[in-house]
């Protein structure tokens, strides 16, 4: 929601900002009114969308019922973020504050990435995939879809990160990690598969 408003500071480009929860009992938060799906189903052409969750899952699921309903999708990209001319950014990115995303970069669509990370140049970051905060992606890396980078890991050039994958925080990742496994430390490896797909248990 910051970040959105800071960007509608800058651009004008919304009337309004809103959260969309059916879990929710607020019907505010943070200022600002929390609706319903079916509250908003007649208007989803009408609207940008989002995806406000950090479990990489959950962003795919929801991503998957606004293609299903036709939903418009939108960008938020925090005005403190330098962004290459060069990036390809996809459709419901969010980029918040103090991030780098360096030229050539690909950010799929619905990937998040989080305060102060340096996604470096060339890299290609996978539909759904939540890139925490400190985070550095080294020059040409690549990131599969649905994977979560933990705070603070360093991610060297040239290394590939395989789809439903978590890299646990503060871990340095050397060499490439395959698809759906749970990898830490220093140098990161492979701890166990990523049978749930839950990074916040």
């Known amino acids: 929601m910051d970040v959105a408003r800071r960007q509608n500071t800058a651009t004008k480009a919304w009337t309004d900002i809103c959260f969309v929860d059916d879990i929710c009992a607020e019907r505010?938060?943070?200022?600002?009114?929390?609706?319903?799906?079916?509250?908003?189903?007649?208007?989803?052409?009408?609207?940008?969308?989002?995806?406000?969750?950090?479990?990489?899952?959950?962003?795919?699921?929801?991503?998957?019922?606004?293609?299903?309903?036709?939903?418009?999708?939108?960008?938020?990209?925090?005005?403190?973020?330098?962004?290459?001319?060069?990036?390809?950014?996809?459709?419901?990115?969010?980029?918040?504050?103090?991030?780098?995303?360096?030229?050539?970069?690909?950010?799929?669509?619905h990937t998040c990435v989080n305060t102060m990370a340096i996604v470096g140049h060339d890299v290609q970051v996978g539909e759904y995939t939540v890139i925490s905060s400190m985070v550095n992606l080294g020059g040409a890396s690549v990131i599969g879809s649905g994977s979560y980078i933990g705070m603070g890991a360093l991610i060297k050039e040239g290394v590939r990160i395989g789809s439903n994958t978590i890299i646990g925080m503060g871990s340095v990742v050397y060499g490439d990690i395959p698809d759906d496994v749970i990898a830490l430390g220093n140098p990161a490896r492979v701890a166990r598969p990523n049978t749930d797909r839950k990074v916040f248990k």
């Open 28 to 109: 505010v938060r943070h200022g600002a009114s929390v609706l319903r799906f079916d509250e908003v189903a007649e208007q989803l052409d009408q609207c940008d969308f989002v995806i406000a969750v950090g479990e990489p899952a959950g962003r795919e699921k929801l991503a998957a019922k606004l293609r299903e309903h036709g939903a418009r999708l939108g960008r938020v990209i925090d005005t403190s973020s330098i962004v290459a001319d060069s990036a390809q950014i996809g459709e419901g990115v969010i980029v918040t504050p103090f991030c780098s995303i360096s030229s050539d970069a690909v950010l799929g669509d």
